[in-house]
């Protein structure tokens, strides 16, 4: 079956530390793959996205990669900050389907001071 | 341009009423969808317009449920004889399709079914 699985538990990690998401999936195959953050009562934001093709895009403190063969994404913050605690949402979009996204359930991410 | 925006935020309804969502793209963008989310899940997929023509439509809209996007700008979801299963946050977002993949999206509106 068709799975897109994200760390299920919160990640707790301290100010200034590296925050690492996950993000697997089975029975896929998408173009590419985007990164969304969404804080409690809000829409998603949009990230960063990186293409089949690419193995690794930045943007400022965040950094992503992308590996077809594990099926599996990586996405860091680095040098965390509290403004960082939100949850983090993947989502894979696939060529010739009009860029509907299919989202993983996300991770929360709390970062202490 | 402000972004997306969405009325009401939040809907409360009781069972069998029907209730109509309105979603307003940013201005430039052709391509507008619909997403539920429900808590602890990321958003499900419902419908797609690029301007007026709807596209695709996910197994999960039922016949109770019927989107419109009349004159390729703004976007209703109508929801017929709720059930208490409906309740959820219904979240819009649009694109361009001259520019790149994200999607941009609104606040949402938090429907509960009593």
């Known amino acids: 079956s068709q799975k897109i699985e994200q760390n299920s538990e919160a990640l707790n990690i301290q100010e200034g530390k590296t925050a690492t998401l996950t993000c697997n999936y089975t029975n896929y195959s998408p173009a590419y793959l985007q990164w969304y953050r969404q804080d409690p009562g809000r829409g998603p934001v949009f990230l960063l996205l990186i293409r089949e093709n690419e193995k690794e895009k930045r943007k400022e403190r965040l950094k992503v990669t992308f590996d077809t063969t594990l099926k599996q994404s990586l996405f860091h913050i680095t040098a965390s900050q509290p403004a960082d605690s939100a949850t983090y949402l993947c989502?894979?979009?696939?060529?010739?389907?009009?860029?509907?996204?299919?989202f993983g359930a996300g991770t929360r991410l709390a970062v202490h001071p | 341009d402000t972004g997306v925006s969405q009325n009401p935020r939040h809907k409360i309804t009781k069972r069998g009423q029907n209730v109509t969502f309105r979603c307003d793209p940013i201005?430039?963008?052709?391509?507008l969808y619909w997403y539920r989310q429900t808590l602890g899940q990321g958003p499900e997929f419902l419908t797609y317009?690029?301007?007026?023509?709807?596209?695709?439509k996910s197994r999960l809209l039922s016949d109770r449920f019927s989107a419109e996007r009349p004159k390729g700008s703004f976007s209703t979801l109508e929801i017929q004889r709720t059930e208490q299963g409906d309740s959820a946050m219904y979240l819009c977002a649009s694109s361009s399709s001259g520019g790149g993949y994200e999607q941009y999206f609104g606040p949402g509106t938090r429907l509960t079914v009593t």
């Open positions: 201005s430039e963008h052709n391509r």
């Open positions: 317009f690029q301007n007026e023509a709807q596209l695709e």
């Open positions: 989502a894979l979009g696939f060529s010739g389907g009009y860029n509907k996204l299919i």
